[in-house]
């Protein structure tokens, strides 16, 4: 804790009468005051004796209140004090330099963006919980390359977050919000998504946000949610599933004709859902998950590793195994604040 005795003030205020004539240092020394504990007090003005002259050349008291007024007024009150002093000085009249107005703001706790700006919204982030399939899903579209330079055939994909199925796509022409609109209402149909049972969520492309979207989905009694602007993160689940697309062996760097592109694609799907060892979701395929096998394929996974720890114990080293369960929770973007497993015992 500081001294803050009399003593110590007298000190300190003899110090900064001193230091004017001679110099900090000289006067510190002259005094035997720490010169870092002159520093200090220095930035620390509440605990500093006297306040800081005047300087000669500052506004006066009277000058001060007619420049804050003109920075009040309805001409500049949304003007940075560049415009404002160059608007002045254009007009023949000077009332200080551009640091001074700058000075008098600050002074006043008025120190902000003055410009007349648009306001962006201030977009929240998404928290998507799935504890089951057909709970969450996440849809999104891409582009694959045509036949010619700039022609592309766009795949548009629904997938489930909580059991990674597909359970809708379509490759078409051009990006649509009918196409959109069918897409969905024909894997709400298929899925017999119930009203209120559903979240969709989406990036902020122009079908995605379409009013004709949105529409259908209050009809079919389905949540929506969006990502924010420019935050892949925020739509993990068809971000992965598309690079898992691109990357497949066999995967063209362009197709030569709209049903080239289909028939891939369905091929694609097929073995993803069916044939594809998901490592989000313990090595199971997606359609396992969603059609509510996983249980049951587990199960019997843990009786292989049983019968071979039996036969040949030392290679577990005496470790009982167990075949990885299903994860009980899929997240877009779980709760900082706490742990996803926390988070869901909470939603439980």
Known sequence: MRDS?????????????????????????????NRASFYRAQQDRSSWPVERPRPPLALSTDEEPHV???????????????QVYAALLDEGVYLCSISTLYRIL??????????????RPNYTKPELLATAPNQVWSWDITKLKG???????????????????????????????????????????????????LTIHADRGSSMTSKGV??????LGVTKTHSRPHVSNDNPYSEAQFKTLKYRPGFPAQFGAIEDARSFCGTFFDWY?????????ALLTPASVHSGQAVEIVTQRTQVLHAAFERNPERFKNR?????AVPEAAWINPPPSRTANEALDQEN
Request: glycine share 4%; aromatic share 8%.
């Open 5 to 33: 005795s009399p003593h110590r003030e007298s000190i300190m205020k003899a110090t900064l009468e001193l230091s004017r004539e001679v110099g900090v240092k000289a006067a510190c020394e002259a005094l035997n005051f």
């Open 68 to 82: 804050l007024a003109h920075l009040h007024s309805e001409r500049f009150m949304d003007r940075s004090p560049y």
């Open 106 to 119: 600050v002074r006043h706790q008025e120190v902000r963006e003055r410009r007349n700006q648009l306001r």
């Open 147 to 197: 036949p010619a330079k700039w022609t592309y055939f766009y795949l548009y994909v629904i997938i489930d977050i909580f059991s990674r199925c597909v359970v809708g796509w379509m490759v078409a022409h051009r990006e649509s919000t009918e196409l959109a609109k069918r897409l969905i209402g024909e894997s709400c149909t298929r899925q017999t998504i119930r009203e209120g049972q």
């Open 214 to 219: 949105e529409q259908l989905l209050a009809d």
């Open 273 to 281: 859902n069916h044939d594809h060892y998901h490592s989000g979701i």
């Open 320 to 324: 009982q195994p167990h075949a990885q």
